[in-house]
């Protein structure tokens, strides 16, 4: 790498960094802001490539490890049918309706690419809608069918991608040849990610460093990705497989592993995200320099057609879908709603794997081609993007969709398991007490009645969670109460060990052992 262009890199890297702060502190969508901001820089700044590889092999892997991670595998088996019907069905769906309308628009493209084409749009990315959509409380199931959708669809997309250049280099295509290809990539996927999955777990058994074991899981996605690609078989299912299985295993680990773990990929997914999203924005004059040969209306022309047949086609998907599953009846709650569907149809927002795989069309496709087709996809990403992302947490508010009652359900189940986990505690301190041969003396009566009032403590906090943590006439429960008065007493104490410090009658490093206590019981304190 050249020093200009990492200059360049570290350049998009902060001013990404500095967009999302902003977004986040005006609680807006940062993926939105970020593209916004790449479009109106992109003609002020030199071009910044967008390198395939790099996106599929450096920024991907992560991403999708990441997300495997905070998903939940229960939630998705519940739903496996609707996010197939998505992630498989939907995608293929999209690559034949998007390939024909581009053959039909431009008939001197081989047809080969036309598919090519649609394979590269057919995916979504489901982070800004995710990201909106937490914001705003949407439901837990339509934020689960958005996130398993985006976990395996890449998949079959870049599988049909590679089938339909693979067809137009060779001049043929085979019905079973395609089939067999897409079934190795599935299972091969499948197979590698719960092989290495099955390792990892077992490595994580030999070891109670948290240090090491978050090291090691930096290594997992890519470890994952490149053992899958190198036998051609899908990177992405790997990942995804690998990321559900240690992600449903994680209460296995230590509490440290579980703390570090979660702070390391937080920082590691904003980090990629606001540079990725920067990127596409960025790549506005490479990709309208690219054109030539047609006038400005014929090519706004075409891009509105494909934008309008990708946009339309997940509409005429999802309802169909929907409807399908009410007819089998499978699903059960998991099946979405008139409500749902609509949010579903219209979270179609596309993203970086797109764009990636249409700089990743081949030398041997005639430049013409290939620049009409990179302008195709650039604009359905930024169409969709600005389009539906924009007007997304509208449509939420309009349909008047929340989870408000899901919210009410889930601290009234915490409730109740933390009363069965404080009996069940209780249980254990009168049996350990019990099995003294001494009576307790003094001190050891006080440690015992300490540890049954923190008990009920924690019990009675979520008990009065479901009110808000406010009592009759808005006045607080004792334990916002507690909590307020702690942390300016925590407060308090940081400032005497700092002035210590600087008094030097404390060394730095007993001071990042005390606050990092202290940190500890805040950190409980905001739980």
Excluded at 335 to 364: C, D, N, Y
């Amino acid at each position: 790498m050249s020093p200009i262009l990492g200059l360049q890199l570290l350049l998009v890297a902060g001013g990404a960094i500095a967009v999302a702060a902003v977004a986040r502190r005006k609680g807006w969508p940062a993926p939105l802001l970020l593209v916004a901001a790449g479009l109106l820089a992109s003609p002020l700044v030199p071009a910044v490539p967008l390198d395939p590889e790099l996106v599929l092999y450096v920024f991907l892997p992560p991403l999708l490890y990441s997300a495997a991670l905070d998903s939940s595998y229960l939630r998705l088996r519940d739903a496996k049918r609707a996010v197939g019907l998505l992630s498989i069905g939907l995608v293929l769906f999209t690559a034949a309706v998007v390939g024909f309308v581009v053959h039909l628009l431009l008939p001197d493209l081989p047809l080969a690419l036309a598919f090519a084409l649609g394979a590269i749009i057919a995916p979504p990315d489901a982070v800004a809608a995710v990201a909106v959509g937490r914001r705003l409380g949407l439901p837990r199931r339509t934020l689960t069918l958005l996130i398993g959708e985006s976990l395996f669809n890449d998949a079959t997309a870049l599988t049909a991608y590679r089938v339909a250049i693979g067809a137009f280099l060779g001049g043929t295509v085979e019905l079973l040849h395609s089939v067999g290809e897409f079934l190795l990539a599935a299972v091969g996927g499948v197979a590698i990610g719960l092989a290495l999955a099955l390792v990892f777990a077992w490595l994580f058994t030999l070891t109670r460093d948290s240090l090491v074991e978050n090291t090691l899981t930096l290594l997992i996605p890519f470890a994952a990705y490149l053992a899958a690609e190198s036998v051609h078989a899908s990177g992405v299912i790997a990942v995804v497989i690998v990321g559900l299985y240690l992600g449903s295993r994680m209460h296995l680990r230590g509490f440290g592993t579980r703390l570090v773990s979660d702070a390391v990929w937080q920082v590691t997914a904003f980090f990629l995200e606001t540079i990725v999203f920067a990127l596409i924005g960025l790549q506005l004059v490479t990709v309208i320099r690219g054109i030539s040969g047609y006038s400005a209306w014929e090519v706004a022309g075409y891009a509105a057609a494909v934008l309008g047949a990708t946009i339309l086609t997940r509409f005429v998907w999802v309802f169909a879908a929907t409807f399908l599953l009410k007819v089998v009846r499978r699903d059960g709650p998991q099946t979405p709603g008139r409500q749902q569907s609509v949010l579903l149809g219209w979270a179609g927002m596309r993203g970086v794997v797109s764009l990636a795989a249409a700089f990743a069309i081949p030398p041997e496709v005639p430049p013409r081609d290939r620049a009409m087709l990179l302008f195709l996809t650039f604009t359905t990403v930024i169409g969709t993007l600005l389009i539906q992302g924009t007007t997304f947490p509208a449509l939420i508010r309009r349909l008047g969709v929340s989870s408000d009652q899901e919210r009410y359900e889930d601290r009234l189940a915490e409730a109740a398991a933390q009363q069965a986990a404080l009996e069940a505690g209780l249980a254990e301190l009168d049996r350990l007490v019990a099995e003294q041969e001494q009576e307790p003396d003094e001190i050891q009566k006080q440690v015992i009645d300490q540890l049954r009032e923190k008990s009920w403590r924690r019990s009675l906090t979520a008990w009065e969670r479901l009110g808000g943590g406010t009592g009759p006439g808005g006045a607080e429960t004792p334990s916002t109460l507690y909590r307020r008065l702690r942390r300016d007493m925590l407060q308090a104490e940081r400032q005497v060990f700092v002035r210590l410090r600087d008094e030097r009658r404390l060394d730095d490093e007993v001071l990042r052992e005390v606050m990092a206590q202290l940190d500890f019981e805040e950190a409980i304190l905001e739980r």
